[in-house]
Structures are given as C-alpha cells and as structure tokens.
T-cell receptor, first 117, second 114 residues
Framework: GAVVSQHPSWVICKSGTSVKIECRSL??????MFWYRQFPKQSLMLMATSNEGSKATYEQGVEKDKFLINHASLTLSTLTVTSAHPEDSSFYIC?????????????FGPGTRLTVT | AQSVTQLDSHVSVSEGTPVLLRCNYS??????LFWYVQHPNKGLQLLLKYTSAATLVKGINGFEAEFKKSETSFHLTKPSAHMSDAAEYFC????????????FGRGTSLIVHP
C-alpha cells in the first residue's frame, strides 16, 4: 500500500488565490522531504528539500516566497503556492525519506495536479 | 555531483517483443539507482531499485535491470512487452555522499504497438 500520501490529488483555483498541498508519510518518520514539479511531458524538477524542524533549501530559480514549504513534523510537509497564476499550473510531487524498518527508504507521493484559471 | 542520462526520449516496440530502456549515470560516490514508471496523469510507481546488493535487480511486472559499474549503466529490460507497459519511464540516481537528493533522468516514453 501507499506509504506517502498527498492531498488534494487535484485542485482548481482562481488566479491570485493560495493553495496548500499536504504530503504525509503514513508509516514512517520522514526526516527529509522533497518537493518536485513536473510540466507536461517533462521530467521531475526538484523545487526544494526540507528537513524536519528547519527551513527548506530551495533550488536555484525557485521563488521561496511564492512556494512556501513547511516541514513541521516528521510525518507532514506542506507546500503552499501563494498568489497562484496560470503559469503555476503543474503536477506537484512530494517525496519522503526516512528510516522504515531497518533501512532508510525514499518514497514518492501520488502527486497533486494544480490548475490555476 | 550526480547526473543521469536516459539516452532515448522515445522507444517504440511491438507487443511481445523485448524492451530495452537505456540509462547511464555519473556519480562521485556509490549510487543507488531506481527505475520509476508513470502512466498518463498518474503518479510515480517504483519498478525496481539497486542499492549495492546484487547487480541484477528484478522488479515488478517482469522488468529487470543490471548495474554495470564499468559502463556506468543501469539499463531496464523486459523480455516481452505488453500493451499495458506503455508509459513514461524515469531512471533516478541518489547518492549518500551528499543529501540523498534523487536526480531524475529526462524520461523515456515507451510506445507499444499491437
């Protein structure tokens, strides 16, 4: 079964509003979470990496004030797209890494499709 | 530094014929390597992973991949393609010498003809 969930799976919002996407690790503690963005028919591009309790590290070119990442607990990270615009429409995927069983594992969430109208 | 190159953007095969999706990597440390599949409008599904154990890795749905250090390759194969295999495939490298940040290849679109 799934070990990383995302909510919502899809969302449509109006331009100028903010949208929050949740990423949860279901049966392990995620010491590190990653957020990716995927444009149609393209690969996944890393947006940011976050460790529990500390500020996220953003990749070059990613606006930290626009894409707010919070990793407040070992099982939850959130990505908030602030003042969304149509160009923010994309597929957002999170990934969680942590000790599961006897080894460190990394799992990807199912993704959230954001459409900004 | 780490990187991954998927040599083909598209691979087209007939149903029942073998599949070969190529992946080469570059890494300063011993890598972990993964293959993921993504069906249209869906999330990622892990096919298989290599983490320094056996060099021939068997995954789900009849896929397997062989880690060849001398060739820095991790090609994905399947003996006989099914129509349901049509999807986007991503090769991913992750290195522990840094922060285990997975780096994705650009993806290979597998097209299966009846």
């Amino acid at each position: 079964g799934a070990v990383v969930s995302q909510h919502p799976s899809w969302v449509i919002c109006k331009s100028g509003t903010s949208v929050k996407i949740e990423c949860r690790s279901l049966d392990f503690q995620a010491t590190t979470m990653f957020w990716y963005r995927q444009f149609p028919k393209q690969s996944l591009m890393l947006m940011a990496t976050s460790n529990e309790g500390s500020k996220a590290t953003y990749e070059q070119g990613v606006e930290k004030d626009k894409f707010l990442i919070n990793h407040a607990s070992l099982t939850l990270s959130t990505l908030t797209v602030t003042s969304a615009h149509p160009e923010d429409s994309s597929f957002y995927i999170c990934s969680a890494r942590g000790l599961r069983g006897h080894s460190y594992e990394q799992y990807f969430g199912p993704g959230t499709r954001l459409t900004v109208t | 530094a780490q990187s991954v190159t998927q040599l083909d953007s598209h691979v087209s095969v007939s149903e029942g014929t073998p599949v070969l999706l190529r992946c080469n990597y570059s890494s300063s440390y011993s890598p972990s390597l993964f293959w993921y599949v993504q069906h249209p409008n869906k999330g990622l599904q892990l096919l298989l992973k290599y983490t320094s154990a056996a060099t021939l890795v068997k995954g789900i749905n009849g896929f397997e991949a062989e880690f060849k250090k001398s060739e820095t390759s991790f090609h994905l194969t399947k003996p006989s393609a099914h129509m349901s295999d049509a999807a986007e495939y991503f090769c991913v490298v992750s290195v522990g010498g840094g922060s285990y940040i997975p780096t994705f290849g650009r993806g290979t679109s597998l097209i299966v003809h009846p």
